[in-house]
């Protein structure tokens, strides 16, 4: 394993998606699917993700069209957060799962929007609970 491709592969995968999340994937690592966790942080975090050719905010508006085309529900949840993580608006991943609806179907969107939808609902309970101190 290349260490430093590692260490910025998760460095950017918690940026994305939270620390709590990415620490919680890999705590569930068991020996069968250490080796997926570990090439997923290296070579798509801490490779692909780190390329310059885009934005991570634009990365985040590409994989939700991906994953709302091969109904990934559970991926399309952690990027929707990632995606409000990397600057991208709730009206922004609402364009993308209309584009979707037409390319990849009504049903892959219908999915894509309660999830979303999910995602915000928990997003604003956090916040609210985040200032009233609880």
């Known amino acids: 394993m290349n260490n430093d491709l590692f260490e910025t592969g998760l460095a ?21 699917s250490r080796d997926l966790q570990e090439y997923v942080t290296q070579y798509c975090w801490g490779d692909v993700w780190n390329r310059s050719g885009l934005s991570f905010r634009d990365r985040s508006l590409v994989n939700l069209g991906m994953l709302t085309a091969l109904n990934r529900g ?44 999910e995602v915000f609902t928990t997003m604003d309970a956090e916040a609210a609970a985040k200032e009233s101190g609880a």
């Open 74 to 117: 559970h991926e399309l949840k952690a990027h929707v957060r990632g995606a409000l993580n990397n600057g991208v608006t709730r009206d922004e991943v609402k364009e993308v799962l209309m584009q979707t609806a037409f390319y990849c179907g009504g049903p892959a969107a219908l999915e894509s929007f309660r999830l979303a939808q």
């Open 12 to 32: 950017n995968r918690r940026a994305v998606l939270g620390a709590d999340y990415v620490d919680a994937s890999l705590a569930a690592a068991t020996d069968f």
